[in-house]
């Protein structure tokens, strides 16, 4: 008798279980969408969002005015040269003045210098090359302030988020794990997507000043190289 108890109990279990497997396949699947979350994240993704564009925007136009400024100009120095050493200021002048790069513009201002102490031709190179290097930093420092405050309004969103759903929970008194579990994965979305341009934003900010720091030294390295030219007829 006993034995037919336990046979009928496990029988009825397993039905149970194979209606309740039956019941949950004919839910319909919900798929997590990107597009979706964003649009859930609420307000804040808006500022995150002009935050990325303003950031690539300037990435990508520092990068290419800085990639044109990092060019090879071993000709330039060349045909610079060549010419100091044949007495032709003139073509020099114009050869560099053509160019229209940074090297050119600072050898350009050291020749119009040419006949006054040589420190004082090092002096106009100098602060030709500091006007350079400026014109290249410019705006550089924005992607900086994007990669530092999109973080911020991540978390700002999530925290207000946060703040409403126990604000809805105290009016009606629904404490499910359901409802706050709902709404708190929909908020932390802000989070991830302040982290996401925050990171992007940081990583393009520092090969943005890799990039000019290669350009100093080369126009560093170019620059002494000119000097050491103009004191050549005086050894």
């Not at 007495?87 to 050119?104: D, H, K, Q, T, V």
């Amino acid at each position: 008798m006993l034995l037919m108890q336990v046979t009928d109990t496990a029988a009825k279990l397993i039905d149970t279980a194979q209606q309740a497997t039956q019941q949950l396949a004919k839910l319909p699947d919900e798929e997590l969408r990107f597009g979706d979350l964003l649009i859930k994240g609420g307000w804040v993704m808006i500022p995150i969002g002009i935050l990325a564009v303003l950031g690539l925007v300037i990435f990508f136009e520092r990068f290419f005015t800085i990639r044109k400024a990092s060019k090879n100009e071993s000709h330039l120095m060349t045909q610079v040269r060549s010419s100091v050493q044949s007495g032709n200021l003139e073509s020099a002048i114009a050869i560099c003045r053509n160019s229209n790069s940074p090297l050119g513009r600072m050898l350009q201002k050291g020749l119009l210098r040419i006949g006054r102490p040589i420190k004082d031709i090092e002096g106009a190179i100098e602060n030709v090359g500091k006007l350079e290097v400026s014109k290249l930093e410019k705006n550089i420092g924005i992607i900086g302030i994007v990669a530092g405050i999109a973080p911020m309004f991540g978390f700002l969103g999530t925290i207000a988020g946060v703040i409403k759903i126990f604000y809805d929970i105290s009016k009606t008194d629904n404490i499910s794990m359901g409802v706050i579990s709902g709404g708190l994965y929909v908020k932390m979305v802000t989070s991830a997507a302040g982290l996401f341009v925050g990171i992007i934003a940081y990583v393009c900010y520092h090969i943005l000043n890799m990039m000019v720091d290669k350009v100093i030294l080369k126009l560093e390295t170019d620059a002494i190289e000119f000097i050491d030219l103009l004191e050549e007829p005086s050894k």
